[in-house]
C-alpha cells in the first residue's frame, strides 16, 4: 500500500508564509498528478493547486500569486509555499496523489489521500 503523510501546518498571522510538505511511501512503481485540496468548516473541498509529473502546475484563482507547488520526484514529495497568508485560507490541507503501485495482484493505480494538516492564519 501507499502513505501519504503531510506536515509543516500550524498557526500564522495574516500576511504570513508557510510551507506544506507531503511525502509518499510504499511500493511505488509512478506518480503521476500530485495536489494539494483544503477544507474550511461547513464549506466543500476544493482543489488549491496540482503538479503534474513533467511539473505543469494548475493553481485556484484565489491563490495564484501568492501560493507555489513543487515537487521532487526522486523523493516523491510535493511542496506547497504558502505566501501572504489570509484569514479565508484556514482550512484542512489534504495532500493528494495519482499512484500507480506494486500490489498483489500485480499493479494497482490509486487516488491516496493524506490525513490533512490545519493550517490557520489569523491574528
Known amino acids: 500500500q501507499v502513505q501519504l503523510v503531510e506536515s509543516g501546518g500550524g498557526l500564522v498571522q495574516p500576511g504570513g508564509s508557510l510551507r506544506l510538505s507531503c511525502a509518499a511511501s510504499?511500493?511505488?512503481?509512478?506518480?503521476?498528478?500530485m495536489g494539494w485540496y483544503r477544507q474550511a468548516p461547513g464549506k466543500q473541498r476544493e482543489l488549491v493547486a496540482q503538479i503534474t509529473s513533467g511539473g505543469t502546475t494548475n493553481y485556484a484563482d484565489s491563490v495564484k500569486g501568492r501560493f507555489t507547488i513543487s515537487r521532487d520526484n526522486a523523493k516523491n514529495t510535493v511542496f506547497l509555499q504558502m505566501n501572504s497568508l489570509k484569514p479565508e485560507d484556514t482550512a484542512v490541507y489534504y495532500c493528494?496523489?495519482?499512484?500507480?503501485?506494486?500490489?498483489?495482484?500485480?499493479?494497482?493505480?490509486?487516488?491516496?489521500w493524506g490525513q490533512g494538516t490545519q493550517v490557520t492564519a489569523n491574528s
Open positions: 493528494n496523489a495519482d499512484v500507480l503501485y506494486k500490489s498483489r495482484s500485480g499493479y494497482t493505480r490509486e487516488d491516496i
Open positions: 510504499g511500493s511505488i512503481f509512478s506518480i503521476y498528478n
